[in-house]
């Protein structure tokens, strides 16, 4: 190759290299008032309830490892205590994942309820007071988990959570659920007539979460709000314009608050219906692709008929344990991950690794779309100046 060859080569790759994004920020780049922007241009990486693999669901050490871990979104569930405080907390009863037993001032508090038409009974979290939830701490809930983190960190508010989020080093999103609002209203009043949802909503507000999907103000501090329940989604319809996903559970559960089936909210003309309400759904996996004796079957065609109603898929939940992975992945969650990305299309992954679905990510895809097209430019001009080469000197 002459020299005029290796010039251009030489420009090219200085040029590429400077238009690559940092994977660390460099001495020069250290302005405070600039944040490395979310990626959008992938699948999301929803950490569920945090790093829970590996830290006690949502609580603040969960979030902050998952976002170190290079998470797009942090998720959370959003429950009340008794005095109307926003709680992150996955279950309705405190009794699995914090340590609510060993405290005997709380015993008298076991009660019946019924939960979606099924009486469960337990420490619910509506019948303690935020002072009284501070002194709990999380717990792992799966025994197979790391257990040495039991009993260190408290159960964190949704205004703590939201801090978490926009104290980060880089811009990451929230992804807060709606949890169970049909039982939260029946069992906590706010003044003025205002509703659980209400509540939700004026907190997301009051941190400057606003902005429809990928508009300025969203892409600075991005969230989708989410909730099995339809009737929750249409309410905050007017009262928020931030994207919202319909959640949808496995094909024999009904939705909570209007009693309808899985085949009636997936079916076209509902997905026609939700559209004008949500950007997205959030189905489990298994009913996107149907397991049976712990093989994939074939996928039916949800995310396809999704898709056509311009509706983006986000389904839960990805696990890293031999026991959640499905023998045609070889106990391999790379596989799992290459699967659902690359062939059945999903636009976002719920994991309790959010670690793992990074890596992978990052190892398996170019960083954005203006590096890949400056790759491809690369190879255009590097043939052209092949072919058009001189004989070098001897």
């Not at 969960?62 to 992150?88: P, Q």
């Not at 703590?160 to 926009?166: F, K, L, M, R, T």
Request: glycine fraction near 4%; charged fraction near 25%.
């Amino acid at each position: 190759m002459n020299s005029s060859s290796c010039g251009i080569i030489a420009f090219l790759l200085l040029f590429i290299g400077c238009s690559a994004r940092n994977i660390y920020r460099l001495p020069s780049d250290k302005n405070e008032k600039t944040k490395e922007p979310l990626q959008t241009f992938r699948p999301f990486n929803v950490a569920h309830r945090g790093s829970n693999g590996e830290l006690p669901e949502e609580t603040g050490p969960s979030y902050l490892r998952a976002i170190e871990e290079g998470a797009d979104f942090i998720e959370t569930d959003i429950l009340v205590s008794k005095d109307g405080v926003l709680m992150c907390h996955h279950d309705v009863i405190l009794d699995e994942t914090t340590n609510v037993a060993e405290h005997k001032e709380f015993a008298d508090r076991k009660k019946t309820y019924e939960v979606e038409g099924a009486n469960v009974t337990g420490l619910f979290i509506f019948d303690f007071t935020l002072e009284e939830l501070k002194t709990l701490k999380a717990k792992q809930r799966y025994s197979f988990r790391d257990q040495q983190y039991n009993g260190m960190f408290p159960i964190i508010t949704f205004e703590e959570y939201i801090s978490i989020a926009i104290n980060a080093p880089r811009v990451v999103g929230i992804y807060p659920e709606i949890k169970n609002p049909v039982l939260m209203n029946q069992h906590v009043k706010w003044p003025k007539g205002k509703i659980f949802e209400d509540v939700f909503v004026e907190t997301l507000k009051k941190y400057g979460y606003k902005g429809s999907y990928l508009s300025k103000e969203w892409l600075k501090q991005p969230c989708f709000i989410q909730s099995f329940a339809p009737s929750s989604l249409v309410h905050i319809h007017k009262k928020t314009d931030l994207p919202k996903v319909f959640l949808i559970d496995d094909v024999d559960v009904t939705t909570q608050d209007t009693n309808q089936t899985f085949w009636e909210i997936t079916s076209d003309s509902y997905l026609d219906y939700i559209k004008e309400y949500v950007v997205g759904i959030g189905p489990w996996k298994d009913t996107i692709v149907p397991v049976k004796d712990n093989y994939l079957q074939t996928p039916t065609d949800l995310v396809a008929r999704a898709h056509a109603h311009n509706l983006q898929v986000h389904p839960y939940t990805f696990r890293n344990e031999n026991q959640f992975l499905h023998f045609n992945f070889c106990e391999d969650p790379y596989m799992e991950f290459d699967y659902w990305i690359n062939v059945i299309g999903v636009d976002g992954l719920f994991t309790d690794f959010a670690g793992s679905l990074h890596h992978y990510q990052e190892w398996t895809a170019p960083r954005s779309k203006n590096d890949l097209d400056a790759n491809k430019l690369l190879q255009k001009i590097s043939s052209m100046i092949l072919k058009f080469e001189l004989p070098s000197r001897k």
